[in-house]
């Protein structure tokens, strides 16, 4: 992991490149956010500072899912087709971790700063600081929010070595997250039940915002907790089957 | 004439197509274009799993879309920009299955065949390689929408969606969905034929999916746009690509500007043809140069 990221840092001109995405999908998430605000000023109770709050979450976890584990999938599966995956099985280090964390896109980590500014931002204007334990249930929610988005990846990268789907399949992962900047929590009842338990990212990006904001309703944050545990499982328990199956891609 | 989709070879004309007869040209590019489909089909029905996810991806963003427009027109006394809550559900399921039905991965596909080299056999071949993306994508979405076409009538029915469709609006609709999926190809296409000179298009690409996504009526309805946004969007090629098929399709244009609509469907389309023509004739000329 140490020589992919000073691997990484040598290609400076990427920086600029994350730095002018990451400005543009700003832009993008204000603008949004300024249409649908100025119809309403807020969707069950939601309002525009609120969801600048989870746009912050939004990109906090985009980091880790866009600039670690996607890059490091995108390996898995490389491996998988060439065959480089069978030294990976030798080694003594648990090779699904290692699928998770083997790659970091390290100029992509500029956006913690953005999501970190988004927060701050959404906080500061509505003039609503959290208490202290807000912020320590807001860190075990994005915990448990990104062990959620972690294990996701985990478990559909696992349907790689029963049907070696190769790399659309991420993409269409990395789309799926660019829906989750809306709050499940502006969406009617049934709505948001069903959505947190088909969608799980959605979950994942909701929960931390709503501790900060008070919002969050502990049904939701004992259910974050709860699938991110199972999920998790769920990943593992996969993996240990794919692996099973898995001869090689000589053999 | 048959053609074997696996090769791509049995066009029928061996010399290059440049120099054929107009005629038989649109004939042997058809024939490539339905043979690339058919290949794209067999190769879709094996990669059901990614298939089945991007089907679920499309199917929530549409979800999302309506339930943040319905809360929206609820806190809004019912209506916003002269849409009811049933009416956006209306609005975003035809935006769904026009996006599904002109869908397109040139814009990915080409800059990876560019920079891994595999464009090389794809240019030897008698078709040309943007066609065959397009048939096969042409594929892809009637497969695609024929396997989503369930789910959409189920929340059609959850959502209680309304259109106010006719006989003429279904007919203008038909006749237009063509030219749309041609100008969309036409846009991405653009955007994969810059990977010619530049090796990181990643930000090129997010930009155009931003773009997209605010400028076609995606994301909202053009009317619920701030008026510069409107104008631009009015300007730029996506939302005739993909705002105005809707709006057609869901009665939401009289003749005018249905007229008005095709005729810039149709200008958009010559230029970014002619445009992507020349990129691509100077593109191949970069990438051979390299060496590839």
């Not at chain 2, 094996?46 to 996810?53: C, D, F, K, S, V």
């Not at chain 2, 931003?210 to 995606?218: D, H, K, T």
């Not at chain 2, 095709?262 to 445009?275: E, K, R």
């Amino acid at each position: 992991m140490r020589s992919a990221l000073l691997e990484d840092l040598q290609y400076r001109a990427n920086f600029w490149l994350y730095l002018v995405n990451a400005l543009v999908e700003l832009a993008l998430s204000v603008a949004t956010l300024g249409i649908v605000y100025g119809h309403v000023d807020a969707i069950n109770g939601w309002t525009r500072d609120d969801l600048f709050v989870v746009l912050g979450t939004f990109f906090l976890l985009q980091t880790v899912v866009q600039g670690v584990v996607h890059p490091s999938v995108a390996q898995l599966v490389q491996d998988i087709r060439t065959g480089n995956f069978d030294h990976r099985l030798l080694k003594p280090v648990d090779a699904q971790l290692v699928s998770l964390v083997q790659r970091v896109d390290v100029w992509r980590l500029v956006g913690t700063l953005l999501g970190i500014g988004l927060t701050l931002y959404g906080l500061g204007h509505a003039g609503e600081w959290p208490s202290l334990a807000q912020v320590a249930v807001w860190a075990l929610m994005i915990v448990a929010g990104t062990t959620i988005a972690a294990a996701f990846w985990s478990l559909v990268s696992s349907i790689t070595f029963w049907t070696v789907q190769g790399e659309g399949i991420l993409w269409t992962l990395d789309d799926m997250y660019e829906h989750v900047r809306w709050p499940l929590g502006i969406f009617p009842g049934a709505l948001k039940v069903v959505l947190s338990t088909v969608f799980p990212l959605g979950l994942a990006v909701t929960v931390p915002a709503e501790a900060l904001i008070g919002r969050l309703e502990w049904p939701f944050a004992l259910a974050a907790v709860g699938l991110a545990v199972v999920l998790a499982a769920a990943a593992r328990g996969a993996w240990l089957l794919a692996v099973r199956r898995y001869e090689g891609a000589s053999a | 004439m048959t053609a074997r989709p696996a090769t791509g070879s049995a066009l029928g004309s061996p010399e290059p197509f440049d120099y054929a007869p107009a005629h038989r040209r649109l004939r042997s590019w058809l024939v490539a274009a339905l043979a690339a489909a058919r290949s794209e089909a067999q190769v879709g029905v094996q990669y059901r799993a990614n298939l089945l996810l991007w089907g679920a991806v499309r199917l929530l963003q549409a979800v999302i879309s309506i339930a943040v427009w319905r809360s929206v027109a609820s806190a809004n006394g019912g209506a916003a920009g002269g849409f009811t809550a049933n009416e956006f559900a209306g609005y975003f399921l035809t935006v769904l299955l026009v996006l599904e039905l002109t869908h397109t991965w040139v814009r990915g596909r080409l800059p990876t065949q560019i920079r891994t080299g595999e464009l090389s056999p794809l240019l030897l071949r008698p078709m040309h390689p943007l066609l065959e993306s397009f048939g096969r994508m042409g594929a892809f979405n009637v497969l695609l929408t024929i396997g989503l076409l369930p789910s959409i009538v189920i929340l059609w029915f959850v959502f209680d969606a309304e259109v106010d469709v006719s006989a003429v609006s279904i007919i203008a609709g038909i006749v237009v969905l063509p030219l749309a999926a041609v100008g969309r190809f036409l846009v991405d296409a653009l955007v994969g034929v810059t990977a010619f000179w530049l090796t990181r298009i990643d930000a090129l690409q997010s930009l155009y999916t931003y773009a997209s996504l605010v400028f076609a009526g995606q994301f909202a309805p053009l009317v619920l746009l701030p008026g510069p946004l409107q104008t631009a969007a009015k300007v730029l090629p996506f939302y005739w690509t993909l705002g105005f098929p809707v709006e057609l399709l869901t009665g939401r244009c009289d003749l005018r500007e249905a007229v008005i609509g095709v005729a810039m469907l149709t200008g958009w389309s010559a230029v970014l043809f002619v445009a992507l023509a020349l990129a691509w004739r100077r593109g191949v000329r970069a990438y051979g140069a390299v060496g590839a």
